[in-house]
């Protein structure tokens, strides 16, 4: 995720900077190594939300490990970029594995005259300090399929080969309507593209809603990787997207199935154990200051409420399947 000023026509994500793959067979020339790559994010970004949450609910912790970026952005030449801090645990604002103050660093260290956009998540590799990857929907995949031996005893199928079209003709239209949606009319250059944005996320969510009044998950009797795509966008629907974006016509709390869901899914082990309610409305109000000039953070709503119960384990199925959860949140990564 990138930080994005008021721009002169509707958003538009750009594709990944660098899409190397690593996989447990290296069949495309980089390897899945325990301790070779570490894994830059900021806990703000949903993007980013996704590939933490299946390196968690995957076992990879100690495969992988995890820097986290400030959530408030540093101007750098003009533009706002990733840095590492105090604040957020690294010494001398300097990332202690990488080296780093600034996730750019990995980037010019793989390309020099690489001059485009840093976004997170980025992989980089821990011997040479190169990004190897910002390609979030890549990473999450490849987590979930391609990592053999170094996932955890009893890690979860999140992307069932039987499932996988139905997991992506549904991703695809949560992805344009929703997880992009709400971005699309957040940053809406005039009425007509805002108008057009929030109908179509109110839409889908209405579409998931009835989806999700039968069903305990999107698709499948257990959690698949449809769920993470969409709960890292629930999560900061009624704290960010509804007021700061002006998707103000319902809250996430407003529906009764999608909100017992969005509960469900943070009361399992991997989702509300990485999220960081903080981090979230920090930069979304202090960076984004096209629309939020006097970068005043909101206060709530109340976090409390994503802890109440949801009931939803009367509709059958169970989050892992023959799986188990993951174990307890390793020690320097709690939220």
Same mark, same amino acid.
């Given at each position: 995720?990138?930080?994005?000023? +008021?721009?002169?026509?509707?958003?538009?994500?750009?594709?990944?900077?660098?899409?190397?793959?690593?996989?447990? /067979?290296?069949?495309?020339?980089?390897?899945?190594?325990?301790?070779?790559?570490?894994?830059?994010?900021?806990?703000?970004?949903?993007?980013?939300?996704?590939?933490?949450?299946?390196?968690?609910?995957?076992?990879?912790?100690?495969?992988? #490990? !995890?820097?986290?970026?400030?959530?408030?952005?540093?101007?750098?030449? &003009?533009?706002?970029?990733?840095?590492?801090?105090?604040? *957020?645990?690294?010494?001398?604002?300097?990332?202690?594995? !990488?080296?780093?103050?600034?996730?750019?660093?990995?980037? $010019?260290?793989?390309?020099?005259?690489? @001059?485009?956009?840093?976004?997170?998540?980025?992989?980089?590799?821990?011997?040479?300090?190169?990004?190897?990857?910002?390609?979030?929907?890549?990473?999450?995949?490849?987590?979930?399929?391609?990592?053999?031996?170094?996932?955890?005893?009893? =890690?979860?199928?999140?992307?069932?080969?039987?499932?996988?079209?139905?997991?992506?003709? $549904?991703? =695809?239209?949560?992805?344009? /309507?929703?997880?992009?949606?709400?971005?699309?009319? &957040?940053?809406?250059?005039?009425?007509?593209?805002?108008?057009?944005?929030?109908?179509?996320?109110?839409?889908?969510?209405?579409?998931?809603?009835?989806?999700?009044?039968?069903?305990?998950?999107?698709?499948?009797?257990?959690?698949?990787?449809?769920?993470?795509?969409?709960?890292?966008? $629930?999560?900061?629907?009624?704290?960010?997207?509804? &007021?700061?974006?002006?998707?103000?016509?319902?809250?996430?709390?407003?529906?009764? =199935? !999608?909100?017992?869901?969005?509960?469900?899914?943070?009361?399992?082990?991997?989702?509300?154990? *990485?999220?960081?309610? @903080?981090? +979230?409305?920090?930069?979304?109000?202090?960076?984004?200051?096209? +629309?939020?000039?006097?970068? +005043?953070?909101?206060?709530?709503? @109340?976090?409390?409420?994503?802890l109440t119960a949801h009931h939803r384990e009367e509709?059958?199925? #169970?989050?892992?399947?023959?799986?188990?959860?993951?174990?307890?949140?390793?020690?320097?990564?709690?939220?």
């Amino acid at each position: 995720m990138r930080a994005n000023r +008021i721009p002169t026509e509707e958003i538009r994500r750009e594709p990944a900077a660098f899409d190397d793959r690593v996989t447990a /067979d290296g069949r495309f020339g980089r390897a899945a190594e325990p301790g070779r790559f570490r894994l830059v994010v900021s806990r703000a970004c949903p993007w980013a939300h996704r590939v933490v949450v299946t390196r968690r609910l995957m076992g990879l912790e100690g495969a992988v #490990s !995890l820097a986290v970026t400030d959530p408030r952005q540093e101007d750098i030449d &003009g533009d706002p970029h990733w840095v590492f801090t105090e604040e *957020t645990g690294s010494p001398g604002d300097r990332d202690p594995v !990488l080296g780093i103050h600034a996730l750019r660093e990995a980037y $010019l260290a793989r390309d020099p005259h690489y @001059d485009g956009g840093v976004s997170v998540p980025g992989l980089v590799d821990v011997d040479n300090g190169h990004l190897v990857s910002n390609d979030y929907d890549r990473l999450s995949l490849d987590m979930a399929t391609e990592w053999g031996g170094l996932v955890r005893d009893g =890690a979860p199928d999140l992307y069932p080969a039987p499932l996988r079209d139905e997991i992506e003709a $549904l991703g =695809a239209d949560v992805y344009r /309507d929703l997880n992009n949606g709400v971005y699309r009319a &957040g940053f809406a250059p005039d009425q007509a593209h805002y108008d057009a944005a929030v109908a179509g996320v109110f839409a889908r969510l209405d579409a998931l809603e009835e989806r999700l009044a039968s069903r305990r998950y999107l698709v499948g009797d257990t959690v698949t990787m449809a769920d993470v795509r969409l709960f890292t966008t $629930l999560v900061r629907f009624d704290s960010v997207y509804h &007021g700061h974006f002006k998707c103000n016509v319902r809250k996430l709390a407003e529906y009764p =199935a !999608l909100w017992a869901y969005a509960r469900d899914l943070f009361q399992t082990p991997g989702f509300g154990d *990485t999220t960081d309610h @903080d981090h +979230i409305r920090i930069h979304y109000y202090y960076v984004h200051t096209g +629309i939020n000039p006097t970068r +005043i953070i909101a206060a709530g709503p @109340d976090p409390r409420g994503w802890l109440t119960a949801h009931h939803r384990e009367e509709l059958g199925g #169970s989050p892992f399947g023959a799986g188990t959860a993951p174990g307890p949140v390793p020690e320097g990564e709690r939220v």
